[in-house]
């Protein structure tokens, strides 16, 4: 067990709300996510207004996953003292941006100084019909949308000094809300790539007590790829073609890659976080 999972699991004995993208209290749901300088990125490789972007991106995507609409949102931001005024107006630009595409109101939340930039994001949603990371039944397909790895091998670029596509999915994530709004009555679970494809199946294999056999074989390269931020899901196969119907007319791509099954999925991923 890694570090992360392992300081998670001492709070979940006091709450049965703890294991999912979000908490579900009534209709509405409370996610969280932090978006931390030097450890989810390097500010030489975002614009201000970039990271502000992809820190509200990466917790919306949660709220998507669970098939809620995200209403409101509470910033927790740590200001470098260097940051001048400009720098300060750009980042709350981003934010703003964001906020307005998704008809989310910014409520409140907390600034510090600090010696970095360190992000934290509350997003509150509502929805009647959430999806759970533990809905998965036997005999489902799993599926995801998109493409991985591209992320992945992005980053690698990055660190070496290198220049990435303005248009990669590492500097903003591309949601899918309309289609998963529309899809989610034919889905029994789901949840967002954000660590990697192998590392969300075994927490679905957890919450769902089921195991997985693949219809083809996933390279690590693409299971193992993070900040993807494609959706993950099951569903029962009866309603495959309503499903694809849907996505076609999104453009969304599918990948039908397993089938649920009795058993336990566990991934060998190198961990993204804590080592």
């Known amino acids: 067990m890694n570090k992360e999972d392992f300081?998670?699991?001492?709070?979940?004995n006091n709450s049965k709300l703890i294991?999912?993208?979000?908490?579900?209290?009534?209709?509405?749901?409370?996610?969280n996510d932090a978006f931390f300088e030097n450890v989810h990125f390097?500010?030489?490789?975002?614009?201000?207004?970039?990271?502000?972007?992809?820190?509200m991106l990466v917790n919306i995507s949660d709220a998507i996953a669970m098939n809620a609409k995200p209403k409101y949102a509470l910033?927790?931001?740590?200001?470098?003292?260097?940051?001048?005024?400009?720098?300060?107006?750009?980042?709350?630009?981003?934010?703003?941006?964001?906020?307005?595409e998704y008809g989310i109101e910014i409520i409140g939340g907390d600034t510090i100084s600090n010696?970095?930039?360190?992000?934290?994001?509350?997003?509150?949603s509502t929805t009647?019909?959430?999806?759970?990371?533990?809905?998965?039944?036997?005999?489902?397909?799993?599926?995801?949308?998109?493409?991985?790895?591209?992320?992945?091998?992005?980053l690698r670029r990055l660190l070496s000094g290198k220049k990435i596509s303005k248009k990669s999915k590492?500097?903003?994530?591309?949601?899918?809300?309309?289609?998963?709004?529309?899809?989610?009555?034919?889905v029994n679970s789901c949840m967002d790539i954000s660590d990697g494809l192998f590392f969300e199946l075994e927490r679905m294999s957890k919450q769902s007590k089921k195991g997985f056999e693949f219809f083809y074989e996933i390279p690590k390269r693409v299971g193992c790829s993070g900040e993807e931020y494609e959706l993950l899901f099951s569903f029962q196969e009866k309603h495959k073609?309503?499903?694809e119907k849907i996505a076609k007319r999104y453009g969304i791509k599918l990948n039908i890659f397993a089938k649920a099954v009795e058993g336990r999925y566990k991934c060998d991923c190198k961990n993204h976080h804590f080592g």
């Open 75 to 100: 910033l927790t931001v740590a200001i470098p003292k260097e940051y001048s005024k400009k720098d300060i107006k750009y980042l709350a630009q981003g934010f703003l941006e964001v906020a307005k």
């Open 170 to 186: 590492f500097y903003e994530p591309k949601l899918k809300a309309e289609f998963f709004y529309e899809a989610s009555k034919y």
């Open 19 to 31: 294991g999912d993208d979000g908490a579900v209290i009534g209709e509405f749901v409370y996610s």
């Open 128 to 154: 009647n019909n959430p999806k759970l990371r533990g809905g998965i039944k036997k005999s489902d397909l799993l599926c995801f949308t998109g493409d991985l790895g591209s992320c992945k091998k992005d």
């Open 241 to 243: 073609l309503k499903i």
């Open 7 to 12: 300081f998670i699991k001492q709070f979940n």
């Open 115 to 124: 010696c970095k930039l360190d992000i934290s994001v509350t997003i509150i």
């Open 42 to 55: 390097k500010k030489e490789w975002f614009s201000l207004k970039q990271i502000a972007r992809k820190a």
